[in-house]
């Protein structure tokens, strides 16, 4: 297939250009702004406390990232250039990094309003997946983070990857990570689930798609491949996910039971 060169500035006003990369994070939030609007009559979250929530969230997506991506990624060249560091619009957004600091939001965000931390982040993950999702089609139009050399009818020759075609494994990101995981938890959570159950599925089904997708997306340079030719750096900092998913899962529902049961 054809890549099909989309320029990653969107618009140009004067000096001031507005990247493709950051208006995704922009159509993310906006997203999750609305599907928060129409889910917090159910879990009895007032208008203003999604929207606070949603600021202190981007403040620890974007913090965390940048420090996730410098931290897990790009040490060096972050320590030599420290303001690379607010170059959104350049990609350079570690997952990992984001999640970190929308944890520590969640934590201040408790503080404030007395909400549990596992209400707060029960009530926005199935929301994140949209976010993620516009993310890596932010990646796609970058043209970064591509695949592995391959012969499937979708290859695609990316710019600045070399003459041969290559998984779009920002795409594959996008349909698992993104599109999949949002379907998965928000049919789970329709339904009242114990305490911490749909964040651990959250972190379990992105663990596993993430960990899945990996086998087909170039590792970073700067590191390569980790041990056996295959783990990736994006593959180490998602096992902690799949475990700590699982047993955030086997935890809400052997304390839900206990609780009715008192077994």
Sequence with gaps: ???????????????????????????????????GRYRAPRFAWQT????????????????GGRLGYALFYDLPANLDNPLNLLKIWQGGMSFHGGLLGVLVAFWYFGRKTGKSFFEISDFIAPMVPIGLMLGRIGNFINGELWGRVSDV?????????????????????AALEGLLLFIV???FSAKARPRAAVSGLFLLGYGLFRFIVEFVRIPDPQYGYLAFDWLTMGQVLCLPMIIGGAAMMVWAYKRDRITKTGL
Excluded at 6 to 34: E, N
């Design 48 to 63: 203003n406390q999604l929207e606070d929530l949603l600021f202190y969230g981007a403040i620890g997506v974007i913090l």
């Design 185 to 187: 938890l928000w049919v």
């Design 1 to 35: 297939m054809t890549y099909p060169h989309i320029d990653p500035v969107a618009l140009s006003l004067g000096p001031l250009a507005i990247h493709w990369y950051g208006l995704m994070y922009l159509l993310g939030f906006v997203f999750v702004w609305l599907l």
């Design 153 to 173: 009818p979708w290859a695609m020759v990316f710019p600045g990857a070399g003459p041969l075609p290559r998984h779009p494994s920002q795409l594959y990101q």
